[in-house]
């Protein structure tokens, strides 16, 4: 089968051919050739620059140099002609056989085209989402579920052993607040300043009286509050995120950390290695001596142990569990967690590459082309639960996860409800369910795939395919970057290549036509777009319909 990589394989071996027999410096020649599908399919299949970026540091012109590429390639690998563009570019064209030995390959591996093992190594430890269980998940906390776990899903795919983990903070300040709010809730007073109101707070303050009849009156009133208070915040976050698609292997409280004794032990490992200072009452982390801004407070003068006291305690119980990939997911303001996450881990003699920590951008929501504003203290907050019924599952992950997420995002309801190609989560499932009524109609004519895969020579045929086969590199490459939306990008280049050649290639018989090879060819290549758009809304967490 031939890919982009296995070209750019093919193209550095030749270079290193033609340069060594001709005594040029092979050094010369870089490590990442690079092969690209090029804009003007008249230009080629595929196009390198490898000349371009060789010539003038072996001691010879461009063209000189792809001209004698050209020759080398020419005939190899599945390349039926090459020529010189430009400066030195140089252009290459597949035969059609080889084009076909794509199709081949994804009908061959079927649900599993697109997997790789260059991950095997990694057990990773993906944290996401965490948001406080102070209240519903906002759409923040919902970007997070969507894009994390579609990371998840492209870690595995190319091998890598995945834990997804959701730390609920259930200590600290705001969980003070929250209860505080639950507490005036119930007995009828306003929302404590910094509190937390809204609907949903009195709702829980009420079942916490159905559950608890005496709280109010307890010695342990707040203790109370707390203890049901977040118990039912935890269901309702739990059942939300499981309605989203979204499921964890681990629920880690952040108050065992504490009630273990593990943040008292990690502290006073540091302080034994030196890399606690006592200063104005307070012990500090050399924090600066591995990267960081500026040094972190770790236990407060008051004696109590600050947030990241915590974290540090967290990051080693996640290495005592046997992970060598620690993925932090994180929200726009938590920006210092990135240095302090990696000074953590290099205080206690880790590698910081161990920690590697995502900033996620805000989401906004967008209503009749204005602002949908929400905040959870004012009780105003959109929900995950408010978009999914807006929009439907499937939309809303989509969106979510079609746009890198250190980027700020606009989700437009109203393009998310119509059917037609604005919508990009329309666009590429209509895709698959148009190949599947396809599949359907060729079943009911006594149709299989056929085998005479060279026949597929026009030029829609040859983009359709050549995008199937890029999605190995797509899957490989969004795991490395751990950018998911560049699934969610291919799939609607595939979906576009797909309606293309269905507008341009006749796929069924006509009235009394005879099912020629050529029919039988197209449909396989149908079967083979079907089946990688279906494992493309698989990584993504999206349903792939059968009819729409």
């Not at 406080?132 to 759409?139: A, E, F, S, V």
Request: aromatic content about 6%; proline content about 4%; overall charge negative.
């Amino acid at each position: 089968m031939v890919t982009p990589a296995l070209l750019a394989d093919l193209v550095r071996a030749a270079a290193s051919d033609v340069m060594t027999r001709r005594g040029l410096d092979l050094a010369a020649l870089p490590a990442d050739v690079g092969v690209e599908r090029p804009r003007n399919p008249e230009h080629g299949d595929y196009a390198t620059n490898v000349a371009m970026r060789t010539a003038k540091k072996a001691g010879v012109s461009p063209r000189d140099l792809a001209g004698w590429l050209v020759e080398e390639l020419t005939g190899k690998g599945g390349i039926a002609s090459a020529e010189i563009a430009g400066p030195g570019f140089i252009n290459l064209r597949l035969a059609t056989d080889a084009q076909g030995a794509i199709v081949s390959e994804v009908l061959a591996a079927g649900d599993a085209y697109g997997t790789g093992d260059e991950l095997a190594d990694k057990n990773v430890n993906l944290e996401f989402v965490s948001a406080n269980p102070t209240g519903p998940l906002h759409l923040g906390g919902t970007r997070w579920a969507a894009a994390g776990d579609a990371l998840g899903r492209v870690l595995t795919a190319r091998g890598a052993k995945v834990t997804r983990e959701y730390y609920f903070n259930d200590a600290g300040a705001q969980i003070n607040r929250f209860v505080d709010s639950l507490v005036a809730a119930a007995k009828g007073e306003p929302t404590p300043d910094n509190g937390y109101g809204g609907a949903y707070i009195h709702d829980i303050a009420a079942q916490v009286l159905a559950a608890e009849p005496g709280a109010l009156e307890s010695p342990d009133r707040d203790e109370v509050f707390r203890r049901v208070g977040i118990d039912l915040m935890f269901v309702e976050i739990k059942q939300a995120l499981h309605d989203f698609g979204t499921d964890f292997d681990v629920w880690f409280h952040e108050q065992s950390l504490h009630d273990s004794g593990a943040v008292e032990t990690a502290v006073n490992r540091l302080k034994t290695s030196g890399q606690l200072y006592e200063s104005e009452g307070a012990w500090w982390l050399r924090s600066t001596e591995f990267g960081d801004d500026k040094d972190r407070v770790v236990i407060k003068s008051d004696g109590n142990p600050a947030y990241i006291a915590g974290d540090i305690a967290y990051f080693l119980d996640k290495r005592s569990r046997g992970f060598n990939l620690c993925i932090y997911m994180l929200g726009a303001d938590h920006h210092g967690y990135v240095g302090r996450l990696k000074a953590a881990a290099a205080a206690f003699g880790d590698d910081p590459a161990v920690v590697e920590v995502l900033i996620g951008q805000l989401v906004n929501l967008v209503k009749d082309g204005k602002p949908v504003r929400m905040s959870k203290r004012a009780g105003t907050v959109v929900t995950m639960e408010d978009l999914v019924e807006a929009v439907g599952v499937d939309a809303a992950r989509y969106s979510l996860i079609r746009s890198s997420v250190d980027s700020s995002l606009d989700i437009d309801l109203d393009l998310l409800t119509k059917k037609s190609n604005d919508n990009p989560v329309f666009y590429v499932q209509y895709a698959h369910a148009r190949l599947a009524s396809l599949a359907r109609n060729a079943a009911d004519l006594g149709m299989t795939p056929g085998t005479e895969l060279g026949l597929l020579e026009h030029p829609r045929e040859g983009d359709l395919i050549r995008t199937i086969g890029e999605f190995p590199a797509v899957l490989a490459s969004a795991a490395e970057l751990r950018e998911p939306h560049r699934v969610a990008r291919y799939l609607e280049t595939l979906a576009a290549a797909y309606h293309k050649f269905y507008d341009s290639c006749r796929v069924l018989p006509m009235g009394d036509e005879e099912i020629s090879d050529l029919h039988r060819a197209r449909l396989a290549l149908c079967v083979a777009a079907r089946q990688v758009l279906a494992n493309g809304l698989a990584v993504l967490g999206v349903s792939a319909p059968e009819r729409m």
